[in-house]
């Protein structure tokens, strides 16, 4: 099995006393009592999201109804992403290996 790498997007905005976090392309989401936290939660939550779809078979396809690239080649990290976002959230790429989708690459 081949690996490649999809960039996603990670969103962040501070909610009274919580961060909460989201996968922008998953539409995945959780929250930490710190920014580190909520990090690693979402990161976390996006690994297990991805996870289920190749256990279940439909990564490709979500991935490909969500327009997700496929690299072949780990993209460099200087990456800009252009999502539209509210104010008071601010967003960074976040850069996934997955295994090699087929119809995507």
């Known amino acids: 099995m081949h690996k490649g790498y999809i960039v996603l997007t990670l969103a962040f905005e501070k909610k009274d006393r919580r ?3 989201r996968c922008v392309e998953l539409s995945t989401g ?3 009592r ?3 936290e909520a990090e690693k939660r979402i990161k976390e939550a ?3 999201h991805l996870n ?3 256990d279940v078979g439909e990564c490709e396809r979500f ?3 969500r327009n997700v690239t496929f690299y072949h080649v780990k993209p460099k990290s200087d990456i800009t992403i252009a999502k539209p976002v509210s104010t008071g959230t601010f967003v960074q790429p976040y850069i996934q290996s997955v295994r090699e ?3 995507v690459a």
């Open 19 to 21: 961060w909460i976090a």
């Open 30 to 32: 959780t929250f930490g």
């Open 34 to 36: 710190t920014l580190s």
């Open 46 to 48: 996006v690994l297990l």
């Open 52 to 54: 289920t779809l190749e």
């Open 63 to 65: 991935l490909k109804e």
């Open 101 to 103: 989708l087929t119809a």
